[in-house]
């Protein structure tokens, strides 16, 4: 099954790429630190836009004066209010096999971001692309941000799926000469639809996190983070899941750091038996240069439970590519493999193998060209007696982004989803429009 996985994303790998080579000469988008997923993103669906996101608008705060290299310590609050507008096509909006309904569905995604830094240069490019309209860039030195956004929904036909949506997030960071200390939490409650089980519902989460990291020597370090997700979808059930992770890093040369680690947690599933697991994991950090960053993690997962699976072990791993072949253009890959558990049936387990593979070009000044485009394999733990489940899903999304000032952007894009299971109701093609528009201040 492993080899059969990484056969396809190979495949689809080397696909990508050749749709991505770069024929234009623009300005160079700049690159971001590569992060793996915390147990928060490992939880996100593959392949699906948030229902708002701003793409990178350029900063809004003052210059700064030269200051021979270092920052200037002026501690710095921002207020950032945030709209984002979204008018989408959607020809299959419960993601059915049969029965497809097409509507137009329209967000308004008003908001408010606060965030305090410890550095005045810590102000500049301060919008994360892929993330809510403002969640405030963190920086290197200690931060605070908070962030809240209303997300309202309206179908112009299907008006029973109207919704209020929320989204709210919380991060500090304390950082001091040799320790740093970070908590975050983040809440949202959505209707949205869910690939696992063709169709749309409510969902409530909760993800908090605290982490601690401390500099033993110019070369070796330890981070220990503690992790918990709350999951709760209408008709299915909750799901909550806890997670302690420490690691111990080298940098074994200027531009390569390496490391190993473990974690311990527990999954707790509504009515049925807790799920116990451990992992031994290894990472690899490397950062040559503004072109190219590798950060791989992997590993062994050791689950246990009293249901009729017993223990298993299951191979995972999480990585991130970084590549700028030309000015200009930047290549992002990732690729994962984890276990989860299965929102329909409730006493399996799934395994999720995927890749990601983000392109984008600077056209001319202010306009960026994207291509998006995945796979995912997902292998379902079916007891005896029951049918046997394997997904295939693939998406692509192509999109135009117009920066017409420091404070907004325009864009339009299309995206195609298709889901292919041995479980004929949870197949679904799906075709999306959307034209939107995205303001900050």
Not at 15 to 25: N, R, T, V
Not at 52 to 58: C, I, K, N, Q
Not at 310 to 317: E, H, L
């Amino acid at each position: 099954m492993i080899r059969s996985d990484i056969s396809k994303l190979t495949t689809g790998l080397w696909l990508a790429i050749a749709a991505c080579s770069p024929s234009l000469h623009a300005q160079e988008p700049g690159p971001a630190p590569l992060e793996l997923p915390s147990l928060t993103e490992e939880l996100s669906e593959p392949g699906l836009a948030p229902s708002f996101s701003l793409e990178a608008v350029e900063s809004a705060s003052e210059p700064v004066a030269a200051t021979g290299g270092e920052q200037v310590r002026a501690s710095r609050w921002k207020v950032s209010p945030h709209l984002h507008l979204e008018a989408t096509y959607d020809d299959n909006i419960f993601i059915r096999a049969t029965g497809k309904v097409a509507d137009f569905v329209f967000t308004a995604a008003p908001g408010l971001a606060i965030g305090y830094w410890d550095y005045e240069e810590e102000m500049e490019g301060y919008l994360e692309r892929d993330r809510s309209a403002a969640l405030l860039d963190k920086g290197e030195g200690s931060f605070f941000v908070l962030d809240y956004t209303a997300i309202l929904l309206d179908f112009a036909r299907t008006q029973s799926q109207d919704a209020f949506n929320q989204d709210a997030r919380f991060d500090i960071r304390w950082r001091a000469e040799k320790l740093t200390v970070r908590a975050s939490s983040h809440f949202e409650s959505k209707s949205e639809t869910d690939i696992n089980i063709g169709g749309r519902l409510r969902r409530t989460a909760v993800a908090t996190e605290v982490s601690a990291d401390y500099q033993f020597s110019p070369k070796t370090s330890l981070s220990v983070g503690f992790e918990n997700v709350i999951e709760d979808r209408d008709n299915f059930v909750r799901t909550s899941e806890w997670r302690n992770e420490t690691s111990l890093d080298y940098q074994l040369t200027p531009l390569t750091q390496v490391g190993v680690g473990g974690a311990l947690g527990r999954l707790e599933v509504e009515g049925q038996p807790d799920r116990v697991f451990e992992r031994v994991l290894a990472r690899l950090d490397y950062e040559s240069t503004a072109k190219l960053g590798l950060a791989a993690r992997g590993g062994l997962e050791f689950r246990q439970t009293d249901s009729a699976f017993g223990d298993s072990v299951t191979p995972v791993f999480d990585i991130k590519l970084r590549y700028a072949p030309a000015e200009g253009t930047l290549i992002t890959l990732d690729g994962y493999r984890r276990k989860k558990p299965s929102i329909t049936q409730p006493d399996e387990d799934y395994t999720a193998t995927g890749v990601g593979l983000h392109c984008e070009r600077s056209v001319r000044t202010g306009l960026r060209l994207s291509i998006d485009g995945g796979y995912e394999h997902t292998a379902y733990d079916t007891p005896a007696g029951r049918a046997p489940r394997d997904d295939d899903f693939f998406y692509a999304r192509v999109g135009l982004l117009y920066n017409f000032a420091h404070w907004g952007n325009i864009g339009i894009s299309y995206e195609y989803r298709q889901k292919d299971s041995t479980q004929p109701s949870a197949s679904f093609e799906n075709n999306r429009i959307t034209f939107q528009v995205s303001l900050i201040y």
